[in-house]
């Protein structure tokens, strides 16, 4: 072959591969790609000994296998999302349903320790970042809230009720009052 033609064709085959796409490799096979090898497999096998039935099945079973796995991983970092995404309204939900709600907070020294609790009334939610909520203009984070409402103290005891009228307080019902 002379050293013309071997130019030439060195020269062709420069040419093609530059105008030929590059496809992205991210190592990763679709079952398009899959299919298209197996069916350069089939086209071009030799026909006095071609593939066997079992080991094109095996081929596609190992090929549905891994899109199954595939789809189980997706499946699993969207419920991931999801389940942040739930988080997110349920704690939207809980700090703005504090909203004018009588409520006590823990108030923090300059290193977070406890050093009391102030109650009172909410009148702000912020939503970005931590959530908090504003009382007396203060911003107290939700972590920070020990009660809702009024709350007796653990060492108030309840109030007795007080008797019915016409009673002592101190009677018992009796459930062993004869009937006539």
Not at 58 to 72: D, E, F, S, W
């Amino acid at each position: 072959m002379p050293i013309s033609e071997i130019r030439g064709n060195s020269q062709a085959l420069q040419e093609q591969y530059q105008r030929q796409e590059v496809a992205p490799t991210n190592g990763e096979m679709s079952m398009d790609d899959f299919w298209q090898l197996m069916a350069a497999q089939l086209q071009y096998q030799d026909m006095t000994n071609p593939m066997s039935n079992s080991e094109m099945m095996n081929q596609m079973t190992q090929m549905a296998t891994m899109n199954a796995m595939t789809q189980v991983s997706n499946a699993i970092a969207n419920f991931g999302v999801v389940t942040n995404n739930l988080s997110q309204v349920t704690l939207t939900t809980y700090s703005t349903g504090m909203l004018g709600k009588e409520v006590t907070v823990a108030t923090l020294d300059d290193n977070g320790k406890v050093n009391g609790e102030l109650k009172g009334v909410v009148t702000g939610v912020d939503l970005t970042g931590a959530q908090s909520v504003y009382i007396n203009g203060k911003k107290y984070s939700l972590s920070q809230i020990m009660s809702v409402g009024d709350v007796p103290k653990n060492d108030e005891k309840p109030k007795p009720e007080k008797p019915e009228e016409g009673t002592t307080g101190t009677e018992k019902p009796s459930g062993s009052e004869k009937r006539r």
